[in-house]
């Protein structure tokens, strides 16, 4: 691995001296690691397509061609992939986030995956053919290439109900949610299976979400509602507001025609939130500081919501965190049984063909996805 990371840096480090546009490398092939496999990997190809972000201080994406990964980790599985899709701000988290991408990381792009099992450690509950999703650690490569190596307890099976597409679109955005209302938040997740005594906390609480028609937010206002909050607020533009009421939400803040703040000062006894999960940071984040409850929770997966804090506002609150989304297999099989009961979906934005990856890109960075948006990688997706 370290040796395939300093072959790329050398040869991008070469083109760029000689101002050449990068648009396809070889990289060596890398020495297998014995593994415990249920299968014998003599057929796979010996290369492969792959993304690559060509350098973690630049969000340029390059289309390479690369040796397969070779599984090095116990729970490492090989997984052909179907589909993938990117999250908005990844190409940025080597420079805002470095902690979690460590320097020895293979700077695949997109950590979402659909796809299925080609080998797999004994004893894993995981067979060759396997249909699996997951979101990939950002601390490995992602999934943008045909071939990805996600570990055991990051993959559940994609329910029946859903094809590659809507499968790709699920893990991260559905995880963030799940643990930002249930594990970060006070929500009872018990309330989704009718638990009287979590049904009639949970039916005290108002929530509140911002960017509510994006990847993550469509997840959160479905999960919210499922779970039987006493509200569900919507913030999102105009245009969406049919859809996030289809999902769930009681009540919309158009917020390019009225501030969170504009919002709730015209009836704050009534509107003041209990329980708010913020997407996008900055002024937004600022205005959810006067939408929350004395004593509720305000927790951001954009920014530490202390950072925003607007001087002089008098309000405690029981928490204001900021969270990074655990890629948990376990959490995603319990979303996965809601799926198959018909009780949620993903939102799917656009679906784009792996060549036109840099549109894909283009149209996330927009900041206006409906949903998800998907990269095909495999003809099966
Ligand atoms: N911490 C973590 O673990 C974690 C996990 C997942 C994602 N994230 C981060 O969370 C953020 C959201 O991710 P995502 O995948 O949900 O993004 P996304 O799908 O790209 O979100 C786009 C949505 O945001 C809405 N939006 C933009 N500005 C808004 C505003 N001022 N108020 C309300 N809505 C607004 C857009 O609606 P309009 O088109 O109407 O403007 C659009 O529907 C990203 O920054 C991502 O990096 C963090």
Redesign the pocket.
């Known amino acids: 691995m370290y040796l395939q990371s300093y072959l790329l840096k050398r040869s991008l480090q070469t083109l760029n001296r000689h101002s050449v546009t990068v648009t396809s490398i070889t990289l060596p092939r890398s020495s297998p690691v014995v593994h415990n496999q249920n299968m014998s990997s003599s057929a796979l190809p010996k290369t492969m397509k792959s993304l690559l972000q060509a350098s973690r201080k630049s969000p340029e994406v390059v289309l390479i061609t690369s040796p397969l990964p070779t599984p090095s980790h116990p729970e490492d599985v090989l997984v052909r992939v179907h589909a993938t899709a990117p ?4 190409l940025q988290w080597a420079i805002n986030f470095p902690d979690s991408v460590p320097p020895e990381k293979e700077m695949v792009p997109c950590q979402d995956l659909a796809g299925t099992v080609v080998t797999s450690p004994a004893n894993s509950g995981l067979r060759p053919g396997d249909r699996v999703y997951c979101r990939v650690s950002a601390e490995r490569a992602g999934a943008a290439r045909d071939y990805a190596l996600p570990r055991v307890s990051e993959l559940a099976k994609i329910p029946r109900s859903l094809n590659w597409i809507e499968a790709a679109a699920t893990p ?2 559905a995880l ?1 949610a799940w643990q930002a209302l249930f594990e970060q938040g006070k929500l009872d997740a018990a309330g989704i299976k009718g638990d009287a005594g979590a049904c009639g906390r949970n039916g005290a609480i108002r929530v509140l979400v ?8 469509s997840w959160v206002v479905q999960l919210a509602a499922l779970a039987g909050a006493k509200a569900v607020v919507a ?3 105009g ?2 507001e049919d859809a996030v009421r289809q999902l769930g939400a009681t009540e919309v803040v158009d ?1 390019r025609k009225t501030s969170i703040e504009e919002w709730v000062a015209a009836d704050t006894e009534a509107r003041e939130c209990d329980l708010i999960i913020d ?2 940071g900055g002024k ?1 984040l600022a205005g959810c500081w006067t939408a929350v409850r004395s004593g509720g929770a305000l927790i951001s ?2 920014t530490p919501p202390d950072m925003v804090k607007p001087a002089g506002l008098d309000k405690e609150v029981a928490k204001s965190l ?4 655990k890629p948990l297999g376990s959490n995603l099989a319990e979303i996965g049984e809601l799926i198959e009961a018909g009780k949620v979906r993903p939102t799917v934005d656009s679906v784009w063909e792996f060549g036109d990856f840099k549109k894909a890109f283009a149209r ?1 960075e927009s ?6 948006i998907i990269i095909k990688v495999s003809n099966e997706a």
């Not at 999250?87 to 990844?90: I, L, P, S, Y």
Request: net charge positive; with cysteine.
């Open positions: 999250c908005a701000g990844e991260l955005s963030t911002t960017g509510a028609a994006g990847g993550v937010g913030v999102c533009g245009d969406k917020y997407m996008i937004s997966i954009n900021f969270f990074i989304v996330l900041g206006h996805a409906k949903g998800k």
